[in-house]
């Protein structure tokens, strides 16, 4: 059930990110920024960062709820009303929390704090659905930054921050209203100012975390042995793990001097104006995130991470993943040939098309589809069988091998 519902989840969220590409390409040149050198789009990488931020919210405020009884109930480890203790006298923006106001509520502080995980967990919830707008991205983060106020050492961890770092900028660089992405509304591309903040973020976290290494004076690190003591010394190793640690002394050290040149000198490509660039960077430093969920747990440190690697993709990079397809392709295939790696002309003698369609000619072989003319000579369509249509006039959506106008 559970695996089902995670497929409807990703089919909805593929089918929004798709609409977005439709609906911001629809009455306009769409040819990719790359062949048509205009500035790069960032409507559907912002899409894509609000629904994974939302997910990671949710994650959050979820294991927070399952631990409070323990950490922070009557009888828990740091009691709540022990903390609330240390914040009288205190302004508010050295204890920004909405706990203290648990008088004005008329409620005790243990049930506001269950009330405010429970409403991150349903804004982050509607986040991770495809809705998060201003508003709900703003609940998401003053709920957090709410309960880690409050949370002392057990939220004090470098994720929590993290999170309510993103969070904020996130709730910038988030639509005032409605769903980003969504088809029925104007297309309005996301600020700038924002967008720039998050690559930065990313910049500082990657480069900290190799600087932090070199100034520790950790001989194991100045002599690139961590990585012998690292996987067996980390928290909760994963079965991977083991297998890694055997491997031979020194690829270990190259993996350490490769961490290195990943944290240090690499994240300065993040601030480059060269979009080829920072894609590799985003694919490289996903890549070095992967392998420590891999081997290790940090909570959702690893894909918060992930999900700032996301602003360093313009809209051009997701687009082949959702078998998308521009109309400037469609017409250069169309005079350059397709599929099976020859050229093969607009009217190949003695070839048909696969699906001559119900308004139009074929007029070519295609792999896996065909391309055709249509009736009334107004432009081009090209069919196939995983049901996208596109023409020149932009990106048509078929379903089930027909033509959709």
Not at 42 to 47: E, F, H, P, Q, V
Not at 135 to 144: A, H, Q
């Amino acid at each position: 059930m559970s695996l089902r519902w995670i497929q409807k989840r990703f089919e909805k969220v593929r089918d929004t990110i798709q609409r977005s590409i439709q609906q911001g390409n629809r009455g306009k040149d769409s040819a990719p920024a790359y062949e048509s050198n205009r500035p790069a789009t960032y409507d559907l990488s912002r899409t894509v960062f609000l629904h994974t931020l939302g997910g990671i919210y949710m994650i959050a405020f979820c294991s927070y709820y399952l631990q409070f009884e323990g950490l922070y109930g009557t009888d828990g480890i740091i009691p709540v009303e022990q903390q609330m203790k240390v914040s009288d006298g205190l302004h508010w923006s050295s204890f920004p929390t909405l706990v203290r106001w648990n008088s004005v509520f008329n409620t005790d502080v243990y049930s506001l704090c269950n009330v405010l995980c429970c409403s991150g967990i349903l804004l982050s919830a509607l986040a991770a659905a495809g809705f998060g707008c201003v508003p709900v991205m703003f609940g998401c983060f003053v709920s957090y930054l709410s309960l880690v106020t409050v949370g002392d050492t057990f939220l004090y961890f470098q994720w929590d921050s993290l999170l309510l770092e993103t969070g904020f900028l996130a709730v910038l660089y988030a639509p005032l209203w409605g769903r980003p992405g969504n088809a029925s509304q104007p297309t309005q591309q996301p600020a700038r100012v924002p967008l720039y903040m998050l690559r930065f973020l990313l910049f500082k976290l990657m480069l900290m975390s190799g600087v932090v290494k070199i100034m520790s004076n950790d001989r194991v690190w100045l002599q690139l042995t961590a990585l012998n003591y690292h996987f067996a010394s980390q928290p909760i190793p994963t079965p991977v793990a083991w297998y890694i640690r055997q491997m031979h002394p020194l690829i270990l050290q190259l993996g350490t001097a490769f961490t290195f040149i990943l944290e240090i000198p690499c994240p300065f490509l993040v601030l480059v104006p060269f979009r080829s660039v920072r894609h590799g960077v985003a694919v490289v430093q996903a890549s070095l995130q992967v392998m420590i969920m891999l081997t290790g747990n940090y909570g959702f440190f690893n894909l918060l991470t992930l999900c700032l690697c996301i602003p360093l993709l313009d809209d051009t990079f997701w687009a082949p993943f959702l078998l998308v397809q521009t109309a400037a392709n469609a017409r250069e295939k169309a005079l350059h040939g397709f599929g099976d790696g020859e050229d093969t002309p607009l009217l190949a003698p003695g070839k048909k098309s696969t699906w001559p369609g119900p308004r139009g000619m074929g007029v070519g072989p295609m792999s896996g589809g065909s391309l055709g003319m249509r009736g009334d000579g107004s432009g081009t369509y090209m069919h196939s069988n995983s049901g996208y249509v596109r023409d020149n006039t932009g990106y048509i959506m078929g379903s089930g091998g027909g033509y959709s106008n």
